[in-house]
């Protein structure tokens, strides 16, 4: 059975660093792209970061500088080190990979 199980998110304040992890199951994360992506209260879905097969990576802009996506194919998991988190950041950040969305972990960055 295929699943995504993220974890590490939570409160922090402007400024501060939160570093994520999608434990993949069922498949094996070398194979594939995997992604980070999140979505705000009531905003749409918005990827963030992706790391392909040969650990090329893309961010988007308001991130850049800032997140980095990782990988660690011995122990089946992605990351998403995030740093000098802003108030817009907040958001549930959700792992992927084509066709399949972990559950989420919730980021809230607020004083």
């Known amino acids: 059975q295929v699943q995504l199980v993220e974890s590490g998110g939570g409160l922090v304040r402007p400024g501060g660093s939160l570093t994520l992890s999608c434990v993949a199951s069922?498949?094996?994360?070398?194979?594939?792209?995997m992604s980070w992506a999140r979505q705000a209260p009531g905003k749409e879905l918005e990827y963030v970061s992706i790391i392909d097969r040969y650990d090329r990576t893309t961010y988007i802009e308001s991130v850049k500088g800032r997140f980095s996506i990782s990988r660690d194919n011995a122990k089946n998991t992605v990351y998403l080190q995030m740093n000098n988190l802003r108030p817009e950041d907040t958001a549930v950040y959700y792992c992927q990979k084509p066709g399949t969305r972990g559950q989420g972990t919730q980021v809230t960055v607020s004083t």
């Open positions: 069922g498949f094996m994360i070398s194979l594939y792209s």
